[in-house]
């Protein structure tokens, strides 16, 4: 169930950012007073709509951590340093981020004696597991300084359950997309990336043969999971959960969807494998239906449409 945030103090880490800034406009659609921490490194303040109040700050700043957190029910903690190529160029700004900026964000939400902490993990956290079907429980060892940083906010989100007493929810994401999602720079993700090329008239890269897979899900599912995590029974509290639609798709046949939709481009052209990928990526979305309510409701093809209907507008 998601609570009623009508005149309800919130704040959302990376606001500005792309799944954050969409977080953004559904809480101030519910009539939340939102607050929004981001040093705008990866968002943008265009991001933001009217009716939001940015503070332009590092979470790596516990003290712009306590002033964001002060006086707020909900904490959202969206802010990131994502990518799993970025990680393996520079461990260490990933870590100081990922790491100990979810440690102060959590510290300052301890101080601020907040309702609820609702936290964006990742489906890296399955690492080398074995399975295409990931399963909560069922994680493998991490395969790049992303993804280990993302398993270490989730072990940091439960000692200070069990420490203080906190609500806290995890969020793993597996491969959102959607408007938004900038296709600029080295670590864009593939489809705002395959989007770009294809209507640019130019051929997208596949880094590899092009039959790993992935589980597409649209943000605006990954809106609703944060939504209704914020308002689920204490007792869902404490664990970290999939969000996805729980379907394969390979990105050869991603990069065919994308041409389709486009009606451009050229046929892909490929690179060598990057470092860190794993090869396999589906979810078991069941214990989100079953302790949050969550069901993701936008297919692939929707939700190609509706991006590149956002980038050509």
Aim: proline letters at 6%; charged letters at 25%; a negative charge.
């Amino acid at each position: 169930m998601i609570p009623e945030l009508d005149g309800v103090p919130v704040l959302v880490t990376g606001g500005a950012g792309f799944i954050g800034s969409h977080l953004v406009d559904a809480l101030l659609a519910r009539g939340a007073q939102v607050r929004v921490l981001d040093d705008l490194s990866t968002g943008r303040r265009e991001n933001l709509p009217a009716g939001a109040k940015l503070l332009e700050d590092d979470i790596r700043d516990v003290e712009a951590c306590r002033a964001a957190c002060a006086g707020v029910a909900y904490v959202f903690h969206q802010a990131a340093l994502g990518s799993v190529p970025r990680s393996i160029a520079d461990p260490a700004a990933t870590v100081a981020v990922n790491v100990a900026g979810t440690a102060n964000v959590l510290a300052a939400a301890r101080d601020a004696q907040v309702r609820r902490v609702v936290y964006a993990s990742s489906s890296s956290v399955y690492g080398d597991a074995r399975p295409v079907l990931k399963r909560e429980g069922e994680e493998g060892r991490p395969l790049s300084p992303y993804a280990a940083s993302k398993v270490m906010n989730e072990e940091l989100a439960d000692v200070f359950r069990r420490c203080y007493g906190m609500e806290i929810v995890g969020l793993r994401y597996f491969n959102i997309y959607g408007p938004r999602q900038s296709p600029e720079g080295p670590y864009a993700a593939v489809i705002p990336r395959f989007l770009r090329a294809c209507l640019a008239g130019e051929a997208p890269v596949i880094y590899g043969d092009g039959t790993q897979s992935r589980d597409f899900t649209f943000v605006e599912d990954a809106v609703l999971a944060n939504l209704l995590a914020a308002g689920a029974p204490a007792e869902a509290c404490g664990r970290a959960y999939n969000v996805a639609r729980g379907e394969r798709t390979t990105v050869a046949e991603l990069a065919e969807r994308i041409l389709e939709a486009a009606g451009s481009g050229l046929p892909p052209r490929h690179e060598p494998p990057r470092a860190g990928d794993v090869p396999h990526s589906q979810a078991d979305p069941a214990a989100a239906e079953a302790r949050l309510g969550f069901l993701a409701r936008v297919g692939l093809r929707e939700g190609l449409e509706r991006t590149l209907s956002g980038v050509r507008a």
